[in-house]
């Protein structure tokens, strides 16, 4: 959701005629990017499949672990966007905090699983 949301943010200046083109940009992606684009696109994939498969109390502490790791990555990138004024992507990263709020929520309450007296 993040790459989406970042893809659309960047490329939405072209509907208006304003030119995207870093200067100085050597036209090639780092190594550092393409590790983020790893950690943050191909191991949440790996995550939400086993969310569909598995249902193991090591896997629901791992999903709930990760799960506040996304929302503390959240919270860090739109306090740096309100430091550097980003206006509406800092406006999407709020939703996207509240998102992942309910994700964490989601995510304890499925590790927790249900309680005693549901079963009563």
């Given at each position: ?12 200046p072209?509907?208006?005629g304003?030119?995207?083109?870093v ?8 190594a ?12 949440p ?9 598995l ?20 919270i860090v990138?739109?306090c740096?966007?309100f430091?550097?004024d980003?206006?509406i ?7 996207v905090?509240?998102v992942s709020?309910?994700?964490?929520f ?12 549901q079963?009563?």
């Amino acid at each position: 959701m993040g790459l989406i949301i970042h893809a659309f943010i960047d490329m939405l200046p072209l509907f208006y005629g304003v030119d995207i083109a870093v200067p100085g940009a050597p036209g090639v992606l780092s190594a550092s990017s393409q590790w983020m684009f790893f950690v943050f696109y191909f191991i949440p994939m790996l995550l939400m499949l086993g969310g569909i498969y598995l249902s193991s109390r090591w896997y629901k502490i791992i999903n709930l672990v990760f799960a506040c790791l996304a929302a503390i990555v959240n919270i860090v990138h739109l306090c740096t966007d309100f430091a550097h004024d980003a206006g509406i992507q800092a406006l999407l990263l709020t939703f996207v905090l509240f998102v992942s709020g309910l994700l964490v929520f989601a995510s304890y309450r499925w590790y927790k699983g249900p309680s005693a007296k549901q079963h009563q």
